[in-house]
């Protein structure tokens, strides 16, 4: 059995490796504001997290993850570019797997570099990669941002598009949205009743709560918009399953992206993206012949990542998550930073599952 | 040693459990004064009866302090994650029947759906600059049917009590809560959406599968489970 004084001590060697890459060393507090998280992630977070209360505070979070407190000690007070790195206990619930620890250690590392993204994502990628590479894992890599463009370059309305992007992150859902936005599933009976009703909102009474009858109203109106507009094309619907169906490593991925291009011109500058992202790695030592790529990779992370993601796993211990993880969250910074952006990307080792695999080889 | 045979320690669920068992030849019966939470088991040997509270049986049962229990399946599936490898349901018994439901107000004629409730749940941000609030105690039930429905935008507001009430006092913009016939409900403002139906509730006798089940037990069980046929 490993000591957590092993796994503590596997984890400052780790952050030595971040700090020779020039990497500040920050400590962020184990107690984070739960309101900020919760408004972030989600209600999800909070099935998710630990969260505890004092009568002067409010709910606090003991912290999930690094990332959001990093950016918002970058966001306040941090000198551009920036490169950060830390190591320390995270806490996770874990209700649906209780074999799986509720307290583990992380060890991670930020890059806050509005120069050159292509380049910082290379970056962390190959610094990560080469300190695994002992360990002999699989390198998974997607881009949500690709996936992002797509929907955005879609031949529907913008309602549409928003609520589609909006569901990027829940694959279901997608799918029931796609299937309705296409004309496959018909649209349900109450909503052709609601259609019908030359005024609905005689109905809405009585008003209660804080949602308005303008709303109301509002919502009808698009759902009118909606019910006029046409169907996505069939064709439209095969681009993007084509597109969300490729797995491939990188150069052909590339190859079968550059083809959808063809027909959804909109994912060009992503897949250019992706290209550069390529190369960048290909100059930081990265085998990319080798190198996997899944379109639909990182969908369904608590994460905020938004382009690039990646993930590293022992092919021989199935049971295990990640060893190391990371992505793009450029929408996380434009969340925190009311309107300020910061493009940032970042990844985590967790030090306990690598000594494991060690231990076992 | 003595099985122990958790029941609800007041009100209708007890008397109806108390007749359930009489019903099986097995009588139930509180001792001591009307305030005394102390019981006594006749018509079969070995089991003792504890009298407490319908959502701490739950608890009790999972940490294997009582054998066997009865209380709702709300109660079980809301408080044990993982409830199917801590109890076991014995038999459904028939009463105390109740449905989790997902509720909006009356006048959101815009609204039958959970799709529609996720739909609301972006444009109510967006407007409002917060997330749309539901109102519960049956946090992880809801949350669960939510993320498989994928619902976003929204958050649970705690409420113990008086839950139909808080859309009126602008706490919560909808609620999930325990309905029977749906009068509270109604009598509020509030209907329940097509697909928000998220639980069939029933009073249920469990079995705990934490608990130390020796030779004693294990026949008493049989007796138990004889009588019920």
Redesign the interface.
Known sequence: MLSRRDTNARAMGLREVFETAGAEVVDPPLLQPAETL??LY???V??RAYITSDALRGEQMLRPDFTVPVVQMHMAHGAEPARYTYAGEVFRRQ??N?DRPSEYVQVGYEVFDRENPAAAEAEVFALISNMLAHAKLRAATGDIGILVAAVAGLKTTDERK??LT??IW?P??FR?LLDRYSGKTPT?V??KD?LADAD??R???????????G??G???TA?HNDAAAPPISSGEIELLEALLGIRETVPFALEQLRDVAVDLPAIAPAVDRLADRADAMVERGVDVDRLDFEASYGRTSLEYYDGFVFGFYAERRPDLPPVASGGRYDALTRRLGNGQEIPAVGGVIRPGLLLELEHAQ | MTLKLGVPSKGRLMEKTFDWFAARGITLTRTGSDREYAGAVEGIEGVALVLLSAGEIPRELAAGRLHMGVTGTDLVHERLPIWEHQVEEVEAMGFGHADLVIAVPNAWVDVDTLGDLDSVAAQFRAHHGHRLRIATKYHRLVREALRDAGVADYALVDSQGATEGTVANETAEAIADITSSGETLRANHLKILSDGLILRSEATLWRSRKAEWGRAEDASLATILKRLG
Do not use: F
């Open positions: 919760l408004d989600g209600e999800d909070r099935g209700e649906d209780p928003a609520a909006r569901h829940r279901r859902k029931q349900p109450t909503r609601l609905p909102l109905r809405a009474v009585p008003l209660i709560g804080k949602r308005t009858l709303e109301i509002e919502r009808i759902l």
